[in-house]
């Protein structure tokens, strides 16, 4: 099994949960990572880390959804409760959600079934933050602090003798040498490398503040949340659908404070810390398949993994699971195991 050459294309959370997932599974395989954007630079780096996933199908079917939910679940609530959950920015957490005007708002089909705790909110709670709330509820769920997430996996995939190289790649045919296959994890940037229309961007910004206080998250109408995290608290939020503007908007940054401030009078005195702006990699459904392609007259086997949009922390060990089973039926087809 030493002969296998498996190429991972981008170092988000998508690419580095990927890489991991595969050296778990596929021990003495050869690994390589490959990304032209780390850290700082990566819409990874910039999610508020929630694990909320939208009510609606991402998935090519419920089913599928349902069963990526599950597993990426599990993933983070076993890492959670292990030694390694601060290093990793793993934390449990709890909160509201808050809506003036519509019911299916505060509702979530799969959270509801997987969390510990969701449930209305009761008309004391109602009141905890400012709003003419008519519907409310309570859950619990887990929080993933990117920034120290990244640098873990980063740390985990060295401590495994995986290469990660700095390399942009415009097309699968410049990966030169043995490879087997190809995992894509790269997110927006398969818009280009795989000339993918059904993908697109909703930009998104987020403000960083000392508010120690604030235990709880809230979730209010138009995209307005307040989640603190391990060292700060996140502020937002907006989705600029087909905005590819990666520059910090200070019209964005006053809207999303007074909405906050307004929900919670108490943020007024909470000091700026900073602002980081990403671009949501939105597709439906999330692309997780295989496609086989011929270049240069070589052929490729090419495993996607991408187009998260505004879920990839509360999903992609769930799609990472399914993508290395995808890599195992390619390299099985190859007689390779
Ligand atoms: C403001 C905001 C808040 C969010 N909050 C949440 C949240 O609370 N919960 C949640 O679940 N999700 C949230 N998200 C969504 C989440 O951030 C994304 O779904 C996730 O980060 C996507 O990860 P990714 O690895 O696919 O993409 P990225 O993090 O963008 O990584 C892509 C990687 O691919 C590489 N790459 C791209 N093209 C190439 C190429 N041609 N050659 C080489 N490398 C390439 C890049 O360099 C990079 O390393 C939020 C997003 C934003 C913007």
Redesign the pocket.
């Known amino acids: 099994m030493s002969d296998l050459n498996i190429y991972v ?7 580095l949960t990927t890489a991991l997932e595969l050296k778990r599974d596929l021990r003495n395989a050869s690994i390589t990572v ?5 850290y700082e630079n ?3 780096y ?5 694990f ?1 996933p939208t009510s609606g199908d991402f998935g090519k079917s419920e089913e599928i959804t349902r069963k990526w939910i599950i597993d990426s679940f599990s993933y983070w609530e076993l890492l959670r409760l292990s030694s390694e959950s601060s290093e990793a920015g793993v934390k449990e957490i709890s909160g509201y959600i808050f809506s003036s005007e519509h019911p299916h708002i505060v509702r979530n089909k799969y959270l509801e079934k997987l969390v510990p705790v969701y449930r209305k909110a009761t008309e004391e709670e109602m009141g905890l933050c400012l709003g003419d709330w008519k519907y409310g509820s309570y859950f619990s769920t887990i929080l993933t602090d990117t920034a120290k997430y990244l640098k873990w996996a980063e740390k985990k995939i060295h401590m495994s003798n995986v290469p990660i190289r700095h ?4 097309a699968f045919s410049e990966i030169s040498g043995e490879c087997d296959v190809i995992v894509n ?5 398969s818009k280009f ?1 795989c000339n993918d229309s059904s993908l697109t961007a909703i930009r ?3 403000s960083k503040v000392e508010a120690p206080w604030i235990k709880h998250f809230f979730y209010g109408d138009y995209d307005t949340y307040i989640i603190p995290g391990f060292d700060n608290v996140t502020l ?2 907006c989705r600029q659908y087909e905005s590819y503007d990666k520059k910090f908007s200070q019209y964005d940054y006053l809207s999303m404070r007074e909405r906050c401030e307004k929900m919670l009078p108490s943020l007024r005195d909470a000091k700026l810390i900073g602002h980081r702006v ?4 939105h597709r439906i459904p999330v692309r997780v398949e295989m496609e086989e392609k011929i270049a240069n007259g070589r052929k490729l086997k090419i495993v996607h993994n ?1 187009g ?7 999903t992609c060990p769930g799609t990472s699971i399914n993508a290395v089973q995808l890599v195992r039926r390619a390299l099985t087809e190859k007689s390779k195991l």
């Open positions: 294309l981008g170092a988000g959370i998508v690419g490959i990304a032209d954007d780390f990566t819409t990874s910039v999610a508020a880390g929630i909320r390399e942009k790649i415009r994890c790269t997110g927006l940037g490398l998104g910004q987020v937002g939020g990403g671009l949501r990699p991408y998260h949009g505004g879920y990839g922390v509360t």
